[in-house]
C-alpha cells in the first residue's frame, strides 16, 4: 500500500515579507514579487490596425534564486470591454550575480525564447531582457527576436515596453502597458 500523495510542501512566496524568504541573488527584483494588472496598446507593421489591451502578470520564488514568471493578455474593446484572450506566457528569471538575468519563456503560440539581460533593483526596478536564442514550433510564426523592459516608477507604476522581431521585419515596437500592483 502506498501513502497518498502529501500537499507539496514548499509554497511559492508573491511578497518579500512571505515565507520562504528570498534568495539574496532576488534583490534587483524583489520589488516585482506579486500580482500586477493594467492595460496597454499594440501594433505591428504587419497588422491592419493597432489595438488595446489589459494584462496581468504574476512574479513568485520559491526561496530560490529564480522568479516563476507568468503573464496573460486580453484584447479590449474602444470602451474597455474583453473581447477575447490573447498572449499568454511563463517562464524562469534566473537571477545571476551582479543582477544578470537569464529567462526561459514559452507561448501556446509556439515560440520558445530564451533571453538575457540585466535587472537593477537600486531604485525601484528595472529590468533589460534582449533574445538570445529563439525556438519556433514548425507552425509558429517566425519571431526572430524580442526586447523586453520594465521599470517601476516612483508612483509605484510598472512600466512594459515589448519590441518584436519577426516575419522579416526588424527589431521594434509591438507592446507598450502600464501596470499597477493589485492589492
Ligand atoms: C501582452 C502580450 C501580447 C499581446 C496583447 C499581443 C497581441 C497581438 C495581437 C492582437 C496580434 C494580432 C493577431 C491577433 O489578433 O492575434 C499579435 C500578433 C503577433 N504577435 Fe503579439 N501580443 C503579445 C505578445 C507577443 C509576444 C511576447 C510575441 C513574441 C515573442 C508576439 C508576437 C506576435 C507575432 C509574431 C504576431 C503576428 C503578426 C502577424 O501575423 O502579422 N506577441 N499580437
Known sequence: MSDPAAEYPYPDAHGAEESPAPHALLAPVIALLGTWHGRGRGEYPTLA???S???EVTFRHDGRPFLHYEARAWLLDAEGVPLRPSARESG????????R?????????????????????????????????VALTPTAKKVEGTRRRYGLTDDGTLTFVHDLAALGEPLQHHLSA???RRN
Open 49 to 51: 490596425e493597432d489595438f
Open 53 to 55: 489591451y489589459a494584462q
Open 92 to 99: 524562469w528569471w534566473r537571477l545571476q550575480p551582479d543582477g
Open 101 to 133: 538575468v537569464e529567462a526561459l519563456i514559452t507561448q501556446p503560440t509556439g515560440i520558445a525564447e530564451i533571453a538575457v539581460g540585466h535587472a537593477t533593483g537600486t531604485a525601484g526596478c528595472t529590468v533589460d531582457l534582449a533574445t538570445h536564442e
Open 178 to 180: 502600464e501596470l499597477r
